[in-house]
């Protein structure tokens, strides 16, 4: 069955960089996309970027505008491992971070715009920004 876990979530100064990783099993990537969410405190869950296999549709990479040019996402399709790079990190990064995944071959961009439309999800990582 599909199964995900997410890691490297941590305690670092606005500015600095993580990388998240998503280790998944159970599944082919080519017929997932594959999303990052958080959720701050006091907040609603949202989007921070999808990434869908080049054999969608509509294969490429998704970011929220706020996180547009600092965070990049990426497959390592050997490990299946999906990866969350953060650079120039803010404060207002602050949140638990998840991976989440939607069988699907299209609409990519449509199954990452709200995070009841992901099927299957990982535990959460926080990552904390101080100022």
């Known amino acids: 069955d599909v199964q995900l876990q997410a890691s490297g979530g941590g305690l670092v100064q606005a500015g600095g960089s993580l990388r998240l990783s998503c280790a998944a099993s159970?599944?082919?990537?080519?017929?997932?996309?594959i999303g990052w969410f958080r959720q701050a405190p006091g907040k609603e869950r949202e989007v921070v970027s999808c990434?869908?296999?080049?054999?969608?549709?509509?294969?490429?990479?998704f970011y929220r505008d706020s996180v547009q040019g600092r965070f990049t996402a990426s497959i390592d399709n050997a490990k299946k491992t999906v990866y969350l790079t953060m650079d120039n990190l803010k404060p207002e990064d602050t949140a638990v971070y998840s991976c989440?995944?939607?069988?699907?071959?299209?609409?990519?961009?449509?199954?990452?715009?709200?995070?009841?439309?992901?099927?299957?999800w990982g535990k959460g990582t926080q990552v904390t920004v101080s100022s």
């Open positions: 989440a995944a939607k069988r699907t071959l299209y609409g990519a961009r449509y199954y990452c715009s709200h995070f009841s439309l992901m099927d299957y």
């Open positions: 159970g599944f082919s990537f080519s017929e997932y996309v």
């Open positions: 990434i869908s296999h080049t054999t969608h549709s509509d294969g490429s990479t």
